[in-house]
């Protein structure tokens, strides 16, 4: 069963900084885009990054931009989420995703057809 791993959620106080990591298998790595998603209690999932698999091009939703870096990590088959002044209503719980979007679907969830299980982050003072 194809698998990603995420991990370096934690609890923070507002202003600090994070960075979450997820590991994929090869083929999923050297295949597919990569994105990160939240999602908080009684909300939707919420598009938060993504990083394309032929060309590296980086999307960001609208709330992080300017914060959050994605990137891919070639050497470790992972993609990494550098969040930066995080801020209260960044507490969601982060999933990394797997998929094939075209650019007009890179934010939507129904284009990612791997997912892994998730991990916390909780900004509060």
């Known amino acids: ?3 990603l791993v995420e991990s370096g959620g934690s609890l923070v106080q507002p202003g600090a900084s994070l960075r979450l990591s997820c590991v994929a298998p090869g083929r999923i790595f050297n295949g597919y885009g990569l994105a990160w998603f939240r999602q908080a209690p009684g909300k939707e999932r919420e598009f ?3 990083v394309r698999y032929h060309n590296g091009m980086t999307y960001y939703g609208d709330s992080v931009k300017g914060r959050f870096t994605v990137s891919r990590d070639s050497a470790r088959n992972a993609v990494h989420l550098q969040m930066n002044s ?3 209503e960044d507490t ?3 999933y990394c995703a797997a998929g094939r979007p075209i650019t007009s679907t890179v934010r939507s969830t129904n284009s990612y057809t791997f997912w892994g299980q ?3 982050v909780t900004v509060s003072s």
């Open 86 to 88: 995080l801020k209260p």
């Open 48 to 50: 938060v990054a993504a």
């Open 92 to 94: 969601a719980l982060y």
């Open 1 to 3: 069963q194809e698998e």
């Open 118 to 120: 998730g991990t916390q």
